[in-house]
């Protein structure tokens, strides 16, 4: 098939890179000149594993970028809407959404044939119906089923993960005004044989993604309130959880005696909170649009209110040994919001980083990939090392704020130098006896010696 993908961030240059491997013409529209020559040039914009490898074989044979929307659009069979849709504070905000279908709806005034319009990003239930449809008639002056089709797909790839999820999904959603959308959106994944697919209308669809995330994001809080529960009643958030994971409910014990251990029981964990630009985003909208509907939403308010209190705890647990942080040397560990990723959108390392600085902390980070994401918010004042080694070298104290693999090397480190470092673990990833002084999430905080 011939798509246009608007927007080619995270979700568009993915699916476009992936698309285009499985044999589809792709062209990726982004306003942004610098991201589409890079794309053109075979340079990934962001960072994501094999994303190098996949351009490198795609462009620019099943894949080009350009800023001419409506040259990409007129030359497709179907177009992907894949622009951000941030949170303004109070609703989900959704200008780029608009502009988009706006410009696709102009360019298909002379195109000829069917064409199907479909919405890659999260939106809010009844968007796809009520603001894209309208939109797309309007400036097209064509009917939407008879002269367009239009849809919503939405798209669960994880970041960090974002290559594998895509070419081996779990399922796929199609929601369309009617079948012939339906059928046009399905060719986009005739090549993925055997996964599951959902047939349904748009606001289905976007129901799902958001019902999704914020399912995930209430196993953290939920952990996180565990954990912080834990840590006032003396007991390891870490042997309650493991605990409560081994409930064969959870984790079912196949015939030959292994234990089958479902992804979601990673998020069964406690830690500094949840970031990135889905979770905090996705429910904050569903909980502003169910208000709107006269839905008091009390459970996902909860979820956002421990999450925004969290990583608040890992300076009070550095405050509790080190009451004045003035002049105090800190390594911070990690400013991406999860490992895999160079994305620090709604990371906990930024309030923390920020709240270091502002008590006058000396402050040193580290992050193997999100470096130069991180040196735009803290131009000044955070001093960004390329190693492990030099940033925790003279630290009185290390927060590790992202689970990176690299950093269970830390005790071995320490050991090596002799440190003697106060470690707060964000992450619970290494064991509690593994360096000298040791705090963690959902621990309690023992008196100072
Ligand atoms: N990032 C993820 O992990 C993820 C996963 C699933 C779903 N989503 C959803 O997908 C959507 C996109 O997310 P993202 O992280 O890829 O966003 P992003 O901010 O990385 O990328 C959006 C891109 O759209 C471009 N853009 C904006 N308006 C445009 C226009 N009129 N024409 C052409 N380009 C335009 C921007 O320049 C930018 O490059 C969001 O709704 C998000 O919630 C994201």
Redesign the pocket.
């Known amino acids: 098939m011939k798509i246009a993908i ?9 699916s476009g890179a992936c698309l285009a491997s499985k044999g589809h013409q792709v062209v990726c ?4 000149p610098a ?1 589409v020559a890079h794309i053109n040039d075979r340079k990934p914009p ?1 960072y994501e594993i094999g994303l190098q490898e996949l351009l490198d074989d795609v462009v620019p044979s099943n894949l080009t970028a350009t ?1 001419d ?1 409506a040259a990409a659009v007129r030359g497709a069979d179907l177009s992907l809407i ?4 941030p949170f303004d504070g109070e609703l989900i905000d959704l200008k ?1 959404i608009r ?2 279908a706006r ?1 696709i709806g102009e360019a298909l005034k002379d195109y000829d044939g069917y064409h199907a319009v479909i919405v ?4 809010v239930p009844g968007t796809t119906e009520d603001v894209v449809l309208p939109i797309l008639e309007e400036a097209s002056g064509k009917k939407a089923g008879r002269d367009f089709g239009v849809g919503m797909n ?6 960090g993960e ?1 290559i594998e999820d895509f070419m081996y999904p779990d399922r796929i959603v199609l929601g369309g005004i009617d079948a012939r959308t339906i059928e046009h959106m399905a060719g986009l994944y005739e090549v993925f044989k055997g996964v599951d697919i959902i047939r349904t209308s748009p606001r289905t669809a976007e129901m799902i ?1 958001y019902t999704a995330n914020s399912l995930l994001a209430t196993l953290i809080s939920f952990s996180n309130e565990i954990g912080n529960l834990s840590a006032e009643l003396g007991v390891d958030v870490v042997e309650v959880m493991r605990g409560v994971h081994l409930d064969k409910r959870f984790t079912p014990i196949r015939k030959d005696g292994e234990r089958v251990v479902p992804g979601f029981i990673s998020y069964l964990a406690a830690g500094c909170g949840f970031g ?3 979770f905090p ?2 429910v904050k909208a569903l909980i502003a649009h169910g208000v709107s509907r006269g839905s008091g939403m009390p459970l996902l308010k909860s979820v956002i209110e421990v999450n925004q209190a969290q990583p608040a705890r890992m300076i009070g647990m550095l405050k509790h040994r080190f009451p004045d942080l003035s002049g105090l040397k800190v390594a911070v560990l990690g400013m991406a919001f999860k490992p895999g990723t160079d ?1 620090i959108r709604e990371s906990p390392s930024l309030p923390v980083t920020q709240a270091l600085l502002d008590a006058g902390a000396t402050v040193k980070a580290f992050d193997p990939i999100a470096r130069h994401e991180a040196e735009k918010v803290f131009e000044r004042g955070v001093e960004f090392i390329d190693t492990l080694d030099a940033t925790v070298e003279g630290a009185d104290a290390i927060l590790i704020m992202t689970a990176w693999p690299e950093f269970r090397s830390l005790p071995a480190l320490l050991s090596k130098t002799g440190s003697s470092a106060y470690v707060i673990d964000g992450r619970r990833m290494l064991a509690k006896d593994s360096v000298p002084a040791y705090a963690g999430i959902g621990l309690k905080v023992e008196p100072v010696a």
Request: include cysteine; hydrophobic fraction near 35%.
């Open positions: 608007i927007g080619t961030g995270y979700v568009g240059l993915v529209v982004d306003v942004d991201k962001i800023t929307l894949a622009v951000g849709t780029y502009t988009a410009q890659k990003s999260t939106v939405p798209e669960f790839l994880k970041e974002a993604k990135g630009s889905c985003k996705d994305d």
